[in-house]
């Protein structure tokens, strides 16, 4: 529920509104805005009686969300969330932001050509999994904590921003040593003690579609974040199980402009994991920056054919050259930007 305040509504009457909603029984999160703050009534178990709230000074009106979500919606948070990196990077704002690398961490040496290539290109954050979510057993698994020591010299040579996944509650704490994103993956896009790990580790979370999940569904899982008390929440469209094997995943463009007009939070699209074909990265790529997505995130590996996994989506070092080259100029037609790198660490 969410109790919207007059325009001018002073001080004194925000404050009476939060002690009425603390007296029944509620958390009161005030939101002040532009134009008028809001008080939003956080724990409702559907018994609240609005009518004491509307009946307060200062008090326009009180929205009941109806949606299953509460505090990831529009209605909730009608400006748009940006989430503030180190180094001025902003996600949700009118840059669009580049995440590239490989799929997982392997080797220093392939770590840090991937950070020096996409930075040179114009990534902004690097990507690369030292824990991998594998279908079988058998496959390779990521190098574990090793693996994010190379993400931290990588960091540390190149500049850039690191997301990299966490898979359990565990691996939340050693992932937000080094990363400035921690990337939930669409397996565990419902594992929700792992969601409450991220929410509580003080750090901008990626949260990725499940493989079989609706948007609603992807919304509440970003619920779990927030209910936490973590704003920093960056959702991702990578493409959903389809019927048709042509390509990996079905990659639902549509998602962008959907999860937009329900949501407040910034949401990217990963067109590698979205079709598995490194041919059809390009133009995805360009389709979700042109369909409004805040960032995209491409798999880039210095020898595809050698890597551990995703070799078969992964775009060969001159062919993410070309891919931002594209996406600036698509970027700039819709009026904004690609994010700089020339700003990290700034
Ligand atoms: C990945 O980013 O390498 C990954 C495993 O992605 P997803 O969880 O979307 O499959
Ligand atoms: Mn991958």
């Known amino acids: ?19 009425v909603i603390r007296e ?18 956080v724990g409702n178990d559907g018994r609240v009686e609005s009518s004491r709230l509307e009946s307060l000074p200062g008090v326009q009106e009180v929205i009941h969300v ?9 209605e909730w948070k009608v400006e748009n969330t940006v989430v503030r990196l180190t180094g001025g990077i902003t996600l949700g704002g009118p840059d669009v932001v580049v995440i590239a690398g490989p799929c997982s961490v392997e080797s220093e040496r392939q770590i840090l050509e991937s950070a020096r ?25 990521g190098l574990g904590r090793p ?12 500049g850039l921003l690191i997301c990299t996944e966490a898979m359990d509650p565990d691996g939340v704490g050693w992932v937000s040593e080094v990363a400035d994103i921690i990337q939930i993956g669409a397996r565990n896009m419902q594992n929700f003690s792992l969601l409450r790990a991220a929410g509580r580790a003080g750090k901008p979370v990626l949260l990725k579609r499940g493989i079989a999940a609706t948007i609603t569904e992807l919304l509440l899982s970003a619920e779990y974040l927030l209910a936490e008390g973590n704003n920093d929440v960056i959702l991702c469209e990578r493409g959903v199980r389809g019927f048709d094997p042509t390509t990996r995943n079905l990659f639902d463009l549509s998602a962008i402009p959907v999860v937009q007009k329900l949501s407040h ?24 920056v042109a369909a409004g997505a805040d960032g ?6 210095p020898d595809p054919d050698a890597a551990r996994s995703d070799g078969a989506q992964s775009l060969f070092p001159e062919q993410f050259v070309q891919l931002m080259r594209e996406v600036r100029v698509i970027a700039e037609v819709i009026g904004r930007r690609i994010a700089e790198p020339a700003s990290v660490g700034a």
Not at 33 to 38: I, L
């Open 296 to 301: 995209i995130m491409v798999e880039v590996h």
């Open 1 to 19: 529920m969410l109790i919207v305040m007059r325009h001018g509504a002073t001080e004194e009457e925000i404050q009476r509104v939060v002690g």
């Open 147 to 158: 693996a994010l020591k190379l993400l931290g010299k990588a960091r540390e040579e190149t």
């Open 66 to 74: 109806s949606k299953p979500y509460k505090q990831v919606s529009r």
């Open 117 to 141: 290539h996409v930075r040179e290109a114009g990534a902004v954050i690097l990507r690369g999994g030292a824990f991998k979510p594998r279908t079988s057993p058998y496959s390779f698994q």
């Open 265 to 288: 939070l910034p949401i990217i699209a990963d067109p590698s994991h979205g079709t598995g074909l490194r041919e059809k990265v390009i133009p995805m790529a360009r389709a979700a």
């Open 24 to 41: 029944m029984g509620y958390q009161a999160r005030p939101m002040p805005g532009a134009q008028r703050t809001a008080v939003g009534l």
